[in-house]
Structure formats: C-alpha cells, structure tokens
C-alpha cells in the first residue's frame, strides 16, 4: 500500500496540469524514494520527466515500489479542484484498480482514479552535451515565446557569451527578444561555444505551464541538438523536459 500527503494541494494541480499538456496518459512510479514519472509525446518529438522526493511530502509511507498509469487529461480536471490551504492526499491500494486522491481543508473531498495497464516503457535519459547553458525568469520566457507566436510557428534562439535571443519571422513579419545579465530576466548564462537552433513554439508554450509551479527555469542547448527546460520545485521536486529542433531549410 502507498499513502502519501503533501502539503499543498495547488502546487500538485500546477505540476499535474504542466505533464497533462504533453501526454494524455503515463505510468507514475512510486518507490521509496518518492515519486517518478518519465513520458514522450505521442509524435516522440518532446519527452517530459518529473520527480519528487519522498522528502518533499508531509508524510510518506512506500515500502515496495508500485505503479500507476493514468490517463493525465481526467487526473488533471480533478487536481484543478484543489484550492489555497488544502492538503493533498494520494492512496494506492494493491489490488484495488484505483488511485485515490483526497484533498484534506476545511473539509475532506475525495475522488478516485482508474488505473490503466500502460505496458510500461523505461525510458533512457538522454545523453546530451549541451554548449549554453542559462537560467531565466520563467514569465519572461513567456512573454518572449507570445511575440514570436505573433508572427511564426517556429522560434530560434541564439546565444553568445554575453546574451540569449529569441527570434522569429515569417511573412507576417518578424519578433526579437534580447536577453541580457544588465536586464536582470536573464541570472545567468554560461556559453561554451555560440549555439543556434530552432524549436516549434507550440512545444515551448505548453512546456511553459510548469512555470506556474516555478518561478525560475532553466535552459540548456547546443546547435541543432535537442534542449531542455528544467523547472526546479519547492521542496527538492522537479519537472524536465526535452524537445527536439526543427531543422532550418
């Protein structure tokens, strides 16, 4: 049996709604040492990995690793019940079919959740050696990510030693967002080598829901390889994606 609480129930309706956005249903793996989920989209082009620590939880009872495959789109609409105050409980009983989910205030509301049999895939983390590195405010990711949308499908971003753009064009037009340490959206920014690649925005944009959980992100890549957007948890938690670059004609 796995019983766990943790103690703000909204924070788990931003991180159930940011994996939601990228698969429809996944296996969430209990252990131990916390909670792990690991999933690709359907088209295999973004991959998303999320991880809690048996730490972060209020309490936490897991002897034996167990697993959950749900379908993320029905397990998001009952986490958006979650209100400021409420405590989140999650119990899966062996056997049982179900994963109960309980938010604990000034009342006790529960629900439960199918569980389906996902033929669960372990997926290798990838081994990417990535040039620029960067750390950013995630609404002014957004907001940059909004431009380019008014104008393309696509973004390309570009870094050097001293700052990271974000550009787009089509015959709509043409959208720049220039990231600099002296702006103070950009906090850091490590670069190897000068990088450029292209990426869809409609990825980038959903990936950009975990910012509701987290305030900062991270931002890894290299010339025409695949990036990463970290978005780092209260309580030692995190969300990961990966995404694929869209190769410049």
């Given at each position: 049996?796995?019983?766990?609480?943790?103690?703000?129930?909204?924070?788990?309706?931003?991180?159930?709604?940011?994996?939601?956005?990228?698969?429809?249903?996944?296996?969430?793996?209990?252990?131990?040492e916390g909670?792990?989920?690991?999933?690709?989209?359907?088209?295999?082009?973004?991959?998303?990995?999320?991880?809690?620590?048996?730490?972060?939880?209020?309490?936490?009872?897991?002897?034996?690793?167990?697993?959950?495959?749900?379908?993320?789109?029905?397990?998001?609409?009952?986490?958006?019940?979650?209100?400021?105050?409420?405590?989140?409980?999650?119990?899966?009983?062996?056997?049982?079919?179900?994963?109960?989910?309980?938010?604990?205030?000034?009342?006790?509301?529960?629900?439960?959740?199918?569980l389906l049999?996902?033929?669960?895939?372990?997926?290798?983390?990838?081994?990417?050696?990535?040039?620029?590195?960067?750390?950013?405010?995630?609404?002014?990711?957004?907001?940059?990510?909004?431009?380019?949308?008014?104008?393309?499908?696509?973004?390309?971003?570009?870094?050097?030693?001293?700052?990271?753009?974000?550009?787009?064009?089509?015959?709509?037009?043409?959208?720049?967002?220039?990231?600099?340490?002296?702006?103070?959206?950009?906090?850091?920014?490590?670069?190897?080598?000068?990088?450029?690649?292209?990426?869809s925005l409609?990825?980038?944009?959903?990936?950009?829901?975990?910012?509701?959980?987290?305030?900062?992100?991270?931002?890894?890549?290299?010339?025409?390889?695949?990036?990463?957007?970290?978005?780092?948890?209260?309580?030692?938690?995190?969300?990961?994606?990966?995404?694929?670059?869209?190769?410049?004609?």
């Amino acid at each position: 049996m796995v019983k766990v609480v943790f103690h703000d129930a909204k924070l788990w309706r931003s991180i159930i709604q940011a994996l939601s956005t990228m698969v429809d249903e996944a296996t969430f793996t209990f252990s131990p040492e916390g909670i792990r989920m690991r999933a690709m989209d359907p088209s295999r082009i973004a991959m998303v990995d999320f991880e809690m620590p048996s730490t972060s939880f209020e309490e936490y009872d897991c002897e034996a690793e167990a697993k959950a495959g749900v379908n993320l789109d029905q397990f998001n609409k009952l986490v958006k019940r979650a209100s400021s105050g409420e405590k989140l409980e999650l119990e899966l009983k062996p056997d049982e079919g179900r994963l109960r989910v309980r938010f604990r205030g000034r009342i006790t509301r529960g629900f439960a959740v199918p569980l389906l049999d996902l033929g669960y895939e372990e997926l290798p983390t990838p081994r990417i050696s990535f040039n620029v590195q960067a750390r950013l405010l995630a609404d002014a990711v957004e907001e940059a990510l909004k431009d380019a949308e008014l104008v393309s499908d696509h973004v390309k971003i570009q870094a050097t030693p001293d700052e990271l753009v974000f550009q787009s064009s089509s015959d709509k037009g043409e959208s720049s967002t220039t990231f600099s340490k002296e702006g103070g959206a950009l906090l850091e920014l490590n670069v190897k080598e000068p990088s450029r690649a292209m990426y869809s925005l409609s990825y980038l944009t959903d990936m950009m829901k975990a910012s509701a959980a987290s305030d900062i992100m991270e931002l890894q890549f290299s010339t025409n390889i695949p990036l990463t957007l970290i978005f780092d948890l209260p309580g030692g938690g995190r969300i990961q994606y990966w995404l694929a670059p869209r190769l410049e004609e």
